[in-house]
């Protein structure tokens, strides 16, 4: 993920078109992410509709940017 | 039926993820109702808020990305099992230094988007933009701060709970990014 945002960054500096392939990247990561953290940290693998609960913010989320995104680009 | 009494360490455990549950659920929330707002005013004022993203600096918003990742992944490493007191605090204290490096960044990020926030056109934008990630940056500190008095005595569970809503923190961030920035 750090290399993807650092992708990010450096596309900001030359002042580069953003690839959305980088976007979508950083939104799958963080939902893996968040999934690693319920699931381990949590401890929430023997409670799998809590964890459902928890893992449905981040998607919901990533896919609402992602068909914010997505929406001028289509239409 | 006889049931086994609970031990002291179970009932402080279930105390525990329970306030834990409870903090996460509350966070997401509460940022999922500012988020979610964000998103809403962004496809009802397109233009208004296309033309305000151009102000932000998303470079030192992706900077801040990274320092906010290595922040996690020092409070990860103070809470793996098998970690000595040692480490944990070393961890804890990188850990809250990147935090507080996060602030600072914040803070100098918004003196250069200060001078945008008064203008009409962009009020809207700017009132949502200070308020999600000023909460968001409360909290940053907030915990940071925890970090901290934790590592001057570091108890596994402490540290266990703080880097879950650490993570939860840099979750809510990792959205937030995306959103507001590029969006």
Partial sequence: ?75 | MTMAPLSQDDASDEGGDLLLWVLVFSELAAFGILLGGFLVMSVLHPESFGAAKLHLSARIAGFNTVVLLASGWQAALAARAGASAMQQRIALLVAAALGFVFVGLKFFEYSTELTYAGDDTFAAFFELYFMITGFHLAHVAFVAGLFVLVARRPERSNIVMLTTIWHVIDIVWLVMFPLIYFG
């Fill in chain 1, 1 to 75: 993920m750090m290399g993807v945002v650092s992708g990010v960054i450096s596309a900001q500096w030359k002042h580069e078109t953003l690839p959305v392939a980088a976007l979508v990247s950083i939104l799958l990561l963080t939902v893996f992410k968040a999934r690693l953290i319920i699931l381990d940290f949590m401890h929430l693998r023997e409670r799998p509709a809590l964890a459902a609960a928890l893992l449905a913010w981040p998607i919901l989320f990533c896919i609402a940017i992602l068909a914010r995104i997505a929406a001028p680009r289509l239409f």
